[in-house]
């Protein structure tokens, strides 16, 4: 048998850990051919593929970003995309496909595993975003990247008696930014799913000022004001209609210099969070994903993901795991109230 693997969409710690699990588990237990396909679904467009062997995976654990490359490349924008996939995965004996990616990778695996082809999905985002699963790997190293630069930016916001925005990503969802902020002792967490009043976080900042400790401000990439809309770093959109969101920290930032008097200053976490090595967590789960792929495919269980629940790793339909993002729920956000101001 010979199966292939991609990684799609924004890189994220623990691809790699589930190159390696795929690879090793398909070789070692069932004598399979391991094809790792290019820069996401670009590779199963163009035929662009290397054989994956023991040696090509063994090292690669720790490391961050994906030794496959990965693509925002939507085949359903292509012209006549689903039948060039089909002919390249005939021409290279491609019996079934493990597609590592978040909404939109996964997306297009729902809808390729309703025309016939043998995919199995893993869930991968640091936005931890996707439905079905309680975490995607990748999300546990975010948030230690992000706690870490809360911790830093405490002394600065202290000794120069400064109001620190920390914008971290999140384009929908609040996750990084609930996590890295009540890790980091945040005194206000502005996530996308809850609009915010400027008035009330000055009102927050302003408390901590009087009790002169630090304001650090945690705001996702994708929250926007009440009444106001997302800040946008470009409005052109990717393959799957994303625009590129950013700003809203330095947007924040100047308010609060100017209702408050205070100095205040933002610091855009960006791409770091997503680099670099993934945390143990993220290196377990990553793999036990991988492994329990294997298992799908050596079932013939096909349109389906792996997915966490509880410390189990299941298998749900890919349809279900893409119907709807996972949002931070309000009374996930209520709890974090307490801490502000
Ligand atoms: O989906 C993960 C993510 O990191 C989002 O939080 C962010 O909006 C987006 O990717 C950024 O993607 P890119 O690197 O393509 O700009």
Redesign the pocket.
Known sequence: MRVGVLTG??DCPGLNAVIRAVTLKGIQVHDWEIVGFRNGWRGPLTGESRPLGRGDVEAILTRGGTILGSS?TNPYKEEGGVERIKSVLSEQGIDALVAIG?EDTLGVANKLADEGINVVGVPK???NDLGATDYTFGFDTAVHIATEAIDRLHTTAESHHRALVVEV???HAGWIALHSGLAGGASVILVPETPFSVDQVVEWVERRFEREYAPIIVVA?GALPEGGAERLQSGEK?AFG?V??GGIGNWLADEIAERTGKESRAVVLG?T??GGTPTAYDRVLATRFGLHAVDAVAAGDFGVMVALRGTDIVRVKLEEATAELKTVPPERYAEAEVFFG
């Open positions: 969409g924004g925002r978040g985002t640091i936005d990503m999140g384009r990439e990717d994303h590129r969101l791409h969070q997503r």
